[in-house]
């Protein structure tokens, strides 16, 4: 079963522009943690951030911030004015209780234009 | 730290050959795992390790594949004999704890199978 959902496979924008990535998840557990992880073109992928899901409060680093809604299993992640540094696919993943591993969202893959 | 290091980075081989790929886990880090990323399926988790002890492998291809861990700083992932659909990306990744604790990513290897 799909537990990550991120809906939008490509997002295309011009810089300073705003972008909002979604990420819809699934789960029964009460404890659960969601993370972003940014793939740019060299290929790494890396962390960005972990919510727990006791922790509804909204989280912003620089650019970045992420937007957890419980009442709709989203885990949102806005980049306010965008560079083209932002290009890059962009995953979601939970981590639930009773299991080790993450399950990964497909991606979306943002372009962000000059 | 130095971070979760994978070699080789790039790999080309031809079809039927073996195929090692290496992974030094962070120093301290209980977990260990591998995935495999293609435009087809995304990223797959393939196998994962807690205290060098193989912990679910379910999601290992086929027999061809195997994957060892004989100590806490050292992992392998084997592919023999190799195949053209083999050809991914494959990363590793530690993390300190269980549920809720972030994984790390190594570079990837990037795998071609003529």
New interface residues.
Partial sequence: AQKVTQAQTEISVVEKEDVTLDCVYETRDT???L?W?KQPPS?????LI?R?SFDEQNEISGRYSWNFQKSTSSFNFTITASQVVDSAVY?CAL???G????R?G??TRLTVKP | DAGVIQSPRHEVTEMGQEVTLRCKPISGHDYLFWYRQTMMRGLELLIYFNNNVPIDDSGMPEDRFSAKMPNASFSTLKIQPSEPRDSAVYFCASSPRRLGETQYFGPGTRLLVL
Wanted: a negative charge; aromatic letters at 34%; charged letters at 20%.
């Fill in positions: 404890t659960y943690y993370f992880y290929g790494e992928l890396v962390f972990r727990n995953f981590s639930e209780a299991y080790d591993d993450m990964f497909a991606g």
